[in-house]
Each structure stands twice: as structure tokens, then as C-alpha cells.
């Protein structure tokens, strides 16, 4: 998922501030906007942000949670271990409904039942966010992102949790995710294994525009709707993307397949040592990474670290080393395979389940014949 999860965030906007003395007029509104999903891996999950429009005072302003600079020292360090700050920003709604015009992507809007004084409040809060050092904050993939950072500031306004998801909870976090990114293969794959435990957890908090959007419909504070109505602000058009044949899973399973009818030990190791090293990966961003969504990497059963000492004994052609961590890594594969019955991603790790049973059982049984 390493492209830059700014997936909810709307990149490259204009940041303006507003000065707090500012008073709302009785014509002022407050609305949420949900922007729709596009081909893009950035933007595979769609935006929310609120917008407070007063023709009066002449404002119109989308305020977006998750902007972040590409420009940071060591970004990429920074965003995989979990301290890459966000912020807050602001643009004009023009300028911000032009570039998902010119994205194609929908936006709906939503206007919120507020007082006068919630609106003014709401509003002097936000800007003070702007000019304070709660402007930043330590982006969380499910705890906080665009989504459930406005969640939350409204929320704080009306003073209670009435905006949150519909009880009992019974479908998870990855579950929730899956079908965002069903023509997109390879994203999908690597959301899946870099992903651990803690997507797999009941989705107890609101964390995507969408489904805010749907909650959103029924949410009620003091016994009145909190939403007075949905509208469309831009509808887009008909898609012409059509997914790629090599963006899919029969690439994969071609590409073992050829593993597997070469056999070749040359191939083998490199195949090997891959495996080994994406596994290395997993458990070492576990590690060092804050994001708690890639700690606890069952993955890693499958793409097991194992692989690289099993690989320096295929080379050493170390007979006995070979059959002892071929027979380890055979039965973490089988205690991965039976924890992933009743995972909504197994599809996508079948091919790797069978090669990789199938590999290191050929290996085990080629090497007790000699």
C-alpha cells in the first residue's frame, strides 16, 4: 500500500487562513463532501472534507485533513515508520470541485443540521487548527486519516459520539477495503499481504468517505435527522478503464507456474531468496513501523524469512539443513493455510499457498532420495 497512503487526501491544494473574528451569517451552511474513488492508487478510496460556504461573507472553503509534503527529508523513511506529519489545509470550493471535475470523480454533499452557534464554532475551531500545532498530526490508516478526522471535529462540536458506525459491527476492516481495489490486481495483492492482524478486527470506527457518506443518511442528534439533505454536486461520468490482463491474478499464477514446470536450482534459489526477502520485510516493518495495520503480520508465515536460510543451503547442497527448515517452513505454510480459511483475501494467496507447498515439498521429498 507504500504509494504515500495519502488514498483519501487531496494533494497540492492552496493553504489560506481566516481570520477568527469572523462572523458567520444565519445563511452560512456546513456540509460534508464525499468525493468518489478513481483509477489512481491515491485515489482508490475516495475524500471526505467539510466544506462552510456563506454567500454573505463571501466564503466558500473546503477545509481537507491528510495533505502532507513530498518535500519532507527522508519522506519515505518517515511515511513507512509512521511520523510523517499531515496537516490541514484549506481551498477555495471552486478550485477543489475543478480538479476532481478534472479527475472525473464525483462529489456529494451533505448538509449538516447545525445551530448558529455550532456553525460559528465549528468554523473558529477549524481555523484555529489552521494557525495552531493541531494543524499536524501523526497519519493512522484507520484511526486517522480524512475520514474519521472529520468525523471526529464534528463530533467535538455537537459534543457526543453521534456520528459512528452502525451497531453490531459484523464485517472487518479488510473486508470493508477489498472491493475498492477489485480492478486492481496488484494493489490489491500487496494491500493484502503488507496489511496484518489489525485490519482483520471488526470495523468498529468509520474510516472511509463512503461509508461516512451512507451513515451519514440515518444519523440522528436530538432526535432529529442530522443531515438535511444529499445532493449531487457533480456526477462522473461513465469509465472507459478497463482493467489490464498482466494487472491481474493469471499473471501470477503463470509466472509460478514457470517456476514450478522449470525446476531449475537456479531459479529456485532467486524464487527463493525473494520470498525470503519479502518476508524479512514484513517482519521488520512490523517492527520499526508506528502503523499498527502492518504489525502482526500473519503474511509472513507464507512469505517466510526462512526462505533465505533455506536458500543458502539449497546453494551449500546441505542435505540435512535443508530437509530440517524445508520441513519448518512446510508447517508454518500449513498452520498460514488453515488460519486463512475464513479470509476474505485467501483468493489472492491461493497460488502462492500452492506453489510454495508444492516447492518446498518437491525439495523435501527430491533431497530424502539422495
Known amino acids: 500500500m507504500i504509494k504515500k497512503i495519502h488514498f483519501f487526501c487531496l494533494l497540492f491544494i492552496s493553504t489560506i487562513s481566516f481570520c477568527q473574528t469572523i462572523q458567520l451569517s444565519d445563511e452560512a451552511k456546513v456540509s460534508i463532501l464525499t468525493c468518489g474513488t478513481g483509477n489512481e492508487s491515491y485515489s482508490l478510496y475516495g475524500h471526505t472534507g467539510i466544506r462552510i460556504k456563506d454567500e454573505i461573507n463571501n466564503i466558500d472553503v473546503v477545509y481537507n485533513y491528510g495533505t502532507f509534503d513530498f518535500n519532507t527529508p527522508n519522506f519515505i523513511l518517515k511515511f513507512v515508520k509512521g511520523d510523517l506529519q499531515y496537516f490541514v489545509s484549506t481551498s477555495y470550493y471552486p478550485d477543489f470541485e475543478y480538479s476532481y471535475r478534472y479527475e472525473n470523480r464525483s462529489i456529494y454533499q451533505q448538509t449538516l443540521s447545525l445551530s448558529q452557534e455550532k456553525k460559528q464554532f465549528l468554523f473558529d475551531n477549524l481555523n484555529n487548527s489552521l494557525k495552531s500545532e493541531e494543524r499536524f498530526y501523526m497519519y493512522k490508516f ?3 486519516n480524512c475520514t474519521n478526522m472529520v468525523v471526529d471535529k464534528i463530533n467535538y462540536v455537537l459534543k457526543d459520539s453521534v456520528i459512528t458506525t452502525k451497531k453490531p459491527v459484523e464485517i472487518s476492516y479488510r473486508e470493508i477495503l477489498f472491493p475498492y481495489s ?3 490486481f496488484f494493489e490489491q495483492l ?4 503488507i496489511f496484518g492482524a489489525k485490519v482483520d478486527k471488526k470495523a468498529d470506527r468509520l474510516f472511509l468517505p463512503f461509508e461516512l457518506l451512507e451513515v451519514l443518511k440515518e444519523t440522528k442528534h436530538n432526535n432529529q435527522l442530522l443531515i438535511t439533505n444529499t445532493e449531487t454536486l457533480f456526477e462522473a461520468k461513465p469509465s472507459s478503464f478497463t482493467p489490464s490482463i498482466l494487472n491481474s491474478i493469471y499473471t501470477v499464477i503463470v509466472v509460478l507456474l514457470l517456476i514450478v514446470l522449470v525446476n531449475k536450482k537456479s531459479l529456485n534459489l532467486i524464487y527463493f531468496t525473494s520470498i525470503g526477502l519479502i518476508g524479512l520485510f514484513l517482519c521488520s516493518v512490523g517492527f520499526y513501523s508506528f502503523h499498527e ?8 508465515l507464507l512469505f517466510n524469512p526462512l526462505y533465505l536460510i533455506l536458500s543458502y543451503y539449497l546453494f551449500k547442497e546441505n542435505k540435512a539443513k535443508i530437509i530440517l527448515i524445508g520441513k519448518v517452513i512446510f508447517g508454518l505454510h500449513i498452520i498460514y493455510v488453515l488460519y ?13 499457498i500452492i506453489s510454495h507447498l508444492y516447492l518446498v515439498g518437491r525439495l523435501l521429498l527430491s533431497n530424502k532420495k539422495r
Open 142 to 144: 484507520i484511526d486517522k
Open 182 to 184: 477489485k480492478d486492481h
Open 190 to 193: 500487496g494491500i493484502n499481504i
Open 293 to 300: 495495520e502492518v504489525t502482526w503480520n500473519y503474511n509472513a
Open 340 to 352: 486463512m480459511l475464513n479470509k476474505v483475501h485467501l483468493y489472492l494467496l491461493l497460488p502462492f
